[in-house]
Every structure is written in C-alpha cells, then in structure tokens.
C-alpha cells in the first residue's frame, strides 16, 4: 500500500513568493521515492494580500493541493496545528512558504520516516538571512529555557518539522493548549527522535512577519509554559530578603551599642525602594501566569476554519472534520 506524506504549509501574506514555492515544492513531490504520495496542505491565516486567491487557483489546478482557510489571522503556530489536524498523511511535514525550509530535504526526511523515526527536527545550520540581532537573541533563549525546563530543547530548531502518524495524534489529542509552543511539545514528546540539518535559504520575496517585539512576547510564554521556575522566584527571593533583614538588624544594634544612634535615612529609602521593586516583579510575574490560566480557562478555539477546497470526501479528513468540534474547542 502506498503510503501518503502530508506537507503542511502557513500562508500569510506570502503573494509575491507563492506560485515560486508551489513550483519548487511540487518538482520534489513529484519525485518522491516508491510508496510515498503525497497532499499539499496550505492554510492560509488570514492574509490580506492576493495569497488567497492564488490558493484557490493552485487548488483547482492541482488535485493534491488542499486548502484551510481562516476567518481571521490566528499566528503562524495556530495555521501549523490546523495542518496536522486535517493532513491524512502517515508522515506530516511543516513547512514555512517563503521557501527559507527548502523542499529538497523532503526526500531526507523521508528516508528518516522509512528507518522508524517519528519525529524529525530540522536544525539550521547557518541562517543567513536573520540579522545580528536576532540569532543572538536566539541563542540566548535557547541557553535561558534549557537551564530554566525540564525539556531540553534543541537550540535552533525550527519550524522545519516532520512528524509521524502517532506523534501528530499525540499533538491533536493532547496539546491543545491556547498559550504554546508548538516546537517545544514537538521535541517534548518522546518517540523516536532524529535531527537533520539544513541551510536556511533567504525569503524569496516579502518581508518576514515576525518583529523583535512578538518574538519576546513570545520567548516570555514559552518559557512560562515549559517553566514553573520564575513563580518560585517569589520564595527564593523572600529568603535573601529575610537573611539580609537579619543582617541589617545585627549592624543596626552594633552600631546603636558602638555609637548610639542607628545609621538612618538613606539606608531606609534604599532598602524600601529595593523590596518594593523586587515585590512588584514577583507580582508581575505571578499575574503572567494568570494571564495564560484566564486564556486556557476561557478556551476560545485556537483557529476558526471559515472554508475548506479540495478535501476528498469519504476518506482520513472526513473522519477528523467529524471531531473536529471536539477539538477545536
Ligand atoms: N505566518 C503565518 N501567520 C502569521 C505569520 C506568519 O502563517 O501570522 C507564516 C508565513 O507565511 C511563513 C511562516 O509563517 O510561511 C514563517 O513566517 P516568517 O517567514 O515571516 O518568519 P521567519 O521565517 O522570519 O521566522
Ligand atoms: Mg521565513
């Protein structure tokens, strides 16, 4: 029996560089080795440029294209779960459509799936295209969550990826989370792990659509969901306060016996200003966390589907649209 690769890729204001990806991607697919057919999954997350319409072109053109549309822009990480949720395939690859994942490591990743790997992590080797700034800051996160999790992650990673049939059940059951980091749960599964490598290529057209600023907002939720650290903070630092407060008393008798008069003002405001700040930082952190409770509690859905061409009834996808109230909520 033939066995059918899902290639999931997000799609957000991608219309300069699109018709180029799907060309280059499908001249891969189309030699892929034996038993290996294959889907091309494209979701599009809202864009408001003329990438829609170029996907409902591909889609009719091309009968393994299959099309996810969003009502609304939802994050490149919610358009990757929706991918998995409704690829059929018995291995799913996630891919990014401005061809900085080159499609030529497809048929790697497919000798990997073919030895009994479930998940496969692409690491970048060299990443020209982001500047300076950025793969410092990458490293630094990296370094920063590894000593802060359990989870070891890989420093890296992208969101180049390929999972197994199981593996991506694992992620459609069981991650549902609304506040994620779909790279991390991938590398915190378990299963039967490889990495490959590959060299990021530049953007083929547009602009990437990550600023520094998302990026630190989401650095900060990663690792207050794979971290429970900083919320002891809270008690680590209480100690140090408590054993300099015992320190400051014993100075403050001495010098009142050696002296007279304890030492005074300034002492007072430094320490006050101090303690307060090290109280406000605890309580902020503490409500960073609230905040992901109040997002998990109130469990809006994580993408909303507002159409869907070219899914091929009776089949794998018609089964998962069926559960998909259950999951999407
Ligand atoms: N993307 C998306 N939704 C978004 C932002 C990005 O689906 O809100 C897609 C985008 O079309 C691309 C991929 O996610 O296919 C990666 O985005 P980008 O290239 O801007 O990020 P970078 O490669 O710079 O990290
Ligand atoms: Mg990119």
Not at 70 to 78: C, I, M, T
Not at 106 to 112: A, S, T
Not at 311 to 322: A, C, I, L, V, Y
Request: a negative charge.
């Amino acid at each position: 029996m033939g066995k059918l690769l899902s290639v999931v890729v997000s799609v957000y204001n991608e219309e300069p560089g699109l018709r180029e990806f799907y060309q280059e991607t499908k001249k891969v697919l189309e030699e892929l080795p034996a038993p290996w057919e294959h889907e091309l999954l494209f979701v599009n997350d809202g864009s408001r440029d003329g990438s829609l319409s170029i996907l409902r072109e591909l889609a009719a053109a091309d009968s393994h294209v299959r099309l996810i549309n969003f009502s609304r822009n939802f994050g490149h990480e919610a358009a990757m779960i929706a991918g998995i949720d409704y690829a059929a395939g018995d291995g799913i690859v996630c891919m990014d459509a401005d061809l900085q994942h080159p499609p030529e490591c497809i048929p790697r990743i497919l000798e990997k799936f073919d030895q009994g790997f479930q998940v496969i992590t692409m690491v970048r080797t060299k990443n020209r295209t982001a500047g300076l700034v950025k793969n410092v800051t990458s490293a630094a996160f990296y370094r920063l969550i590894n000593c802060l999790s359990d989870v070891k992650f890989e420093a890296n990673a992208s969101d180049f990826f390929a999972v197994s049939r199981q593996a991506a059940d694992v992620l459609r059951r069981n991650y549902r989370e609304k506040v994620r980091f779909l790279r991390g749960y991938v590398q915190s599964i378990g299963f039967q792990r490889a990495t490959l490598e590959y060299e990021a290529r530049p953007r083929i057209a547009g602009e990437s659509k990550y600023s520094i600023r998302s990026l630190f907002k989401f650095s900060i939720n990663t690792i207050l969901c794979f971290s429970d650290l900083p919320l002891k903070l809270g008690i680590y630092s209480g100690i140090a306060v408590a054993l300099f407060g015992i320190a400051m008393a014993v100075y403050t008798i001495y010098t009142w016996a050696e002296y007279g008069t304890p030492s005074g003002y300034a002492t007072i405001v430094v320490l006050l200003s101090f303690m307060f700040a090290m109280l406000f930082i605890i309580v902020g952190i503490i409500g960073e966390y609230i905040a992901i409770l109040f997002a998990e509690l109130k469990d809006r859905p994580v993408y909303i589907v507002e159409d869907m061409e070219n899914f091929p009834s009776g089949t794998e996808h018609e089964k998962k649209m069926d559960g998909d109230d259950a999951r999407n909520s």
